[in-house]
Every structure is written in structure tokens, then in C-alpha cells.
């Protein structure tokens, strides 16, 4: 089954605590990105990637690092967490159907 | 950078009637535009999308428009059913989709 699959789902963390949440796509797609989501905000982009070793800062990049070493994966770190990085965090892969969303890391920072 | 605005934040409709969401955006060079529909906990899911050489496209219930002049595109349901309740997201992306922006959302709320 295609899928980008994120881990993981549920996250409680204290304030600069290193903390990396994965992301892997089976579908050979070239293109990932990282979103966050904050009620009215909708989906903000974080980074994205375009290939292998090729990635990009996003609309709200700051906190957070990501890498692409491999095609199908594409982690995204946060060296040092602070409260207002709480946040429902999604990976995206796009392919010719559009893009397909992970379930979500919901992430809470105290 | 582009711009995305979406309205109404919330919308409750009666069962079978119809339901009409608006997106307007910024960048001109803007090329495509999809919907996304969220239900309650889970991922965002492509329900339609469309591209800047069409001006209308339907599937089933479902209906995107683009005003490609006036830069905005709306989102159509038809006929509302108590499983279109959920959050819907318009977006635009920029330059062959490198980069996709989203508007703000709109909780659909579909009352029997």
C-alpha cells in the first residue's frame, strides 16, 4: 500500500530536549515536505525537499532542521524545543495524484 | 511569497442543501489548486483539485471552479451529507507545485 508513514503519532517532551520525528514514503517520490498545523493558521510549510541531499526552508523554518539522505526518508529535528513549537506536525510526499499526507505527529511542549 | 485566503472559517448547512467555499490568492504565477477535507484526527485528503488552463471541474457531488482573472476558485458540494462534515483546506502552489500554501480552513458542519 502507497503511504508516508510518521512516527511518532504522539509526543509530550520538555523544553530543549532534542527530539527527531521520522518520515518514510514508499512511493518513490522525490519531493517531501514538512508541515505544521495551529487552529486558523491551517498548514503552514516548515522545509521541503526536492531530491536526495536537496532540501529547502519553508514559510516557518526557524527551530527546526531537517535532512534527506535517502529517498525515502526525511526527518525533521528540533535541536532544541520551546512551547511554541506545540503543534500537529504532517510530512507530505508528492507524486503525479498530488500530494499524500502522513497521520500526523501531534507534539507537545512543556 | 503567495497568499492564500479562505472563507467562511465555519459553515453549517442543512442536510442535502449546498455548501460553497472561497479561496482567493495572491501570486498570479500560481499554476495549481487542490482541496484537501480533514476529518476529525486524521491526515488531510485530496478530494479535487484543479489547474490554471480549466475553469471548472466536477466529480460527483463535488465541484471546483477557477477565475483565473480575479484570482480565486471555490470549492462546490452538492447535496450534503452528514459525512461531509469536516474541515476543508484550499490551496495554491507556485511554479509546477514546488511549493504548496494553504488557506486557513473552513469547518463544514452538516446538520440532519
Known amino acids: 500500500e502507497a503511504q508516508v508513514t510518521q512516527n511518532p503519532r504522539y509526543l509530550i517532551t520538555v523544553t530543549g530536549k532534542k527530539l527527531t520525528v521520522t518520515c518514510s514514503q514508499n512511493?518513490?517520490?522525490?519531493?517531501m515536505s514538512w508541515y505544521r498545523q495551529d487552529p486558523g493558521l491551517g498548514l503552514r510549510q516548515i522545509y521541503y525537499s526536492m531530491n536526495v541531499e536537496v532540501t529547502d526552508k519553508g514559510d516557518v523554518p526557524e527551530g527546526y532542521k531537517v535532512s534527506r539522505k535517502e529517498k525515502r526518508n526525511f526527518p525533521l529535528i528540533l535541536e532544541s524545543p520551546s512551547p511554541n513549537q506545540t503543534s500537529l506536525y504532517f510530512c507530505a510526499s508528492r507524486g503525479h495524484g498530488g500530494y499524500t499526507f502522513g497521520s500526523g505527529t501531534r507534539l507537545t511542549v512543556v | 511569497g503567495e497568499n492564500v485566503e479562505q472563507h467562511p472559517s465555519t459553515l453549517s448547512v442543512q442536510e442535502g442543501d449546498s455548501a460553497v467555499i472561497k479561496c482567493t490568492y495572491s501570486?498570479?504565477?500560481?499554476?495549481?489548486f487542490p482541496w484537501y477535507k480533514q476529518e476529525l484526527g486524521k491526515r488531510p485528503q485530496l478530494i479535487i483539485d484543479i489547474r490554471s488552463n480549466v475553469g471548472e471541474k466536477k466529480d460527483q457531488r463535488i465541484a471546483v471552479t477557477l477565475n483565473k482573472t480575479a484570482k480565486h476558485f471555490s470549492l462546490h458540494i452538492t447535496e450534503t451529507q452528514p459525512e461531509d462534515s469536516a474541515v476543508y483546506f484550499c490551496?495554491?502552489?507556485?511554479?509546477?507545485?514546488?511549493?504548496?500554501?494553504f488557506g486557513q480552513g473552513t469547518r463544514l458542519t452538516i446538520n440532519p
Open positions: 490551496a495554491a502552489s507556485i511554479k509546477g507545485a514546488q511549493k504548496l500554501v
Open positions: 512511493m518513490n517520490h522525490e519531493y
Open positions: 501570486d498570479s504565477a500560481s499554476n495549481y
